[in-house]
């Protein structure tokens, strides 16, 4: 049970790190905490809570976390410290022996913060509360406020690809998504709070469905009925997973973007390999010229690597 009385004239400050994802799911984590008496802190404010959403999809980025803990740390002295996202998922005994740092929590966690924060009293050792990425089966759903008019709703999470270079899994733990009603409904409450832009996002977006018999297309075109939502952007979408039917969908849509962003991460096929990816180069071209005979106008994003374990100067080439 919690005593909402501890939390009375409480501030708190959130830092995210990462993705739009954690971005989405950082302003989830402030309006919970806000409903429970919390307030955001106003400028040159010292935090009772600081929330700390993390990211570790390299190890510059596990670097850059730490940085930021320590520097919230003396920005807010005193400060209850939370860290939770991806580095804390992968490295929660790492993140316990930074100073300071009271309450580490996992990805299954994160959205249940209120749980955990207890007292709010000052740790000697950051307390861990976490699930085996193996178990991870929740899907928390998250739409956040980018701007004034721009939102970004989280449709999926996790991921099934295992690529070599990617710690998304072991992090995130296994695809899920939420169901279209929940998702359709998120996204009609936007269109009533004045938003005019959804942005979707998620780990593995195409992926979509995969626990309720649902499509990312089945998706798209419940979403493309709300009135009130003038734009639609498909976030990032692996190329296997860009069906021609998603291509058609948006080539007539009045409200989805005419924008994909398509990782491709290397244009050699034996590197696409080493890598575990779900596709070769003539897939991808082939992705690229229906859009464009689909299309013609389409603005079309990519990804790529370099300096995969294996790839030669001749692969790289």
Same mark, same amino acid.
């Given at each position: 049970?919690?005593?909402?009385?501890?939390?009375?004239?409480?501030?708190?400050?959130?830092?995210?790190?990462?993705?739009?994802?954690?971005?989405?799911?950082?302003?989830?984590?402030?309006?919970?905490?806000?409903?429970?008496?919390?307030?955001? #802190?106003? &400028?040159?404010? !010292?935090?009772?809570?600081?929330?700390?959403?993390?990211?570790?999809?390299?190890?510059?980025?596990?670097?850059?976390?730490?940085?930021?803990?320590?520097?919230?740390?003396?920005?807010?002295?005193?400060?209850?410290?939370?860290?939770?996202?991806?580095?804390?998922?992968?490295?929660?005994?790492?993140?316990?022996?930074?100073?300071?740092?009271?309450?580490?929590?996992?990805?299954?966690?994160?959205?249940?913060?209120?749980?955990?924060?207890?007292?709010?009293?000052?740790?000697?050792?950051?307390?861990?509360?976490?699930?085996?990425? !193996?178990?991870?089966?929740?899907?928390?759903?998250?739409?956040?406020?980018?701007?004034?008019?721009?939102?970004?709703?989280?449709?999926?999470?996790?991921?099934?690809?295992?690529?070599?270079?990617?710690?998304?899994?072991?992090?995130?733990?296994?695809?899920? @998504?939420?169901?279209?009603?929940?998702?359709? %409904?998120?996204?009609?409450?936007?269109?009533? @709070?004045?938003?005019?832009?959804?942005?979707?996002?998620?780990?593995?977006?195409?992926?979509?469905?995969?626990?309720?018999?649902?499509?990312?297309?089945?998706? #798209?075109?419940?979403?493309?009925?709300?009135?009130?939502?003038?734009?639609? *952007?498909?976030?990032?979408?692996?190329?296997?997973?860009?069906?021609?039917?998603?291509?058609?969908?948006?080539?007539?849509?009045?409200?989805?973007?005419?924008?994909?962003?398509?990782?491709?991460?290397?244009?050699?096929?034996?590197?696409?390999?080493?890598?575990?990816?779900?596709?070769?180069?003539?897939?991808?071209?082939?992705?690229?010229?229906?859009? *464009? %005979?689909?299309? &013609?106008?389409?603005?079309?994003?990519?990804?790529?690597?370099?300096?995969?374990?294996? %790839?030669?100067? %001749?692969?790289?080439?």
């Amino acid at each position: 049970m919690i005593d909402v009385h501890t939390f009375e004239n409480k501030t708190a400050a959130y830092y995210t790190l990462g993705c739009k994802l954690n971005f989405a799911e950082t302003s989830t984590l402030g309006k919970i905490l806000e409903e429970n008496g919390i307030r955001k #802190i106003r &400028p040159g404010e !010292k935090a009772d809570i600081c929330v700390v959403n993390t990211c570790s999809v390299t190890e510059l980025a596990d670097k850059k976390c730490r940085q930021t803990i320590r520097k919230i740390a003396r920005q807010h002295p005193g400060a209850f410290i939370v860290v939770t996202g991806c580095y804390a998922q992968l490295k929660p005994e790492e993140i316990s022996h930074i100073p300071d740092v009271d309450l580490i929590l996992g990805a299954e966690q994160k959205l249940d913060i209120l749980q955990y924060l207890g007292d709010l009293q000052k740790k000697q050792k950051g307390n861990i509360v976490t699930t085996p990425t !193996k178990d991870i089966k929740k899907f928390s759903p998250s739409c956040s406020r980018g701007d004034r008019t721009r939102y970004f709703l989280k449709v999926q999470d996790g991921c099934d690809y295992f690529c070599t270079y990617c710690t998304i899994p072991f992090a995130r733990g296994r695809s899920r @998504s939420g169901t279209i009603e929940q998702l359709t %409904e998120q996204a009609r409450e936007v269109a009533l @709070s004045g938003g005019k832009e959804i942005v979707i996002t998620g780990v593995n977006i195409g992926d979509f469905g995969k626990q309720t018999g649902e499509t990312f297309l089945d998706l #798209i075109e419940s979403l493309d009925q709300i009135e009130g939502i003038e734009h639609y *952007r498909i976030s990032s979408i692996e190329p296997n997973l860009l069906t021609d039917d998603i291509i058609s969908f948006v080539a007539r849509s009045k409200r989805f973007a005419p924008h994909f962003h398509i990782p491709l991460q290397s244009g050699s096929d034996t590197v696409l390999k080493l890598m575990h990816r779900h596709y070769d180069t003539d897939l991808f071209a082939r992705k690229i010229e229906t859009i *464009r %005979e689909k299309i &013609p106008d389409a603005f079309i994003g990519v990804d790529l690597i370099t300096g995969v374990r294996g %790839e030669t100067e %001749e692969l790289f080439e």
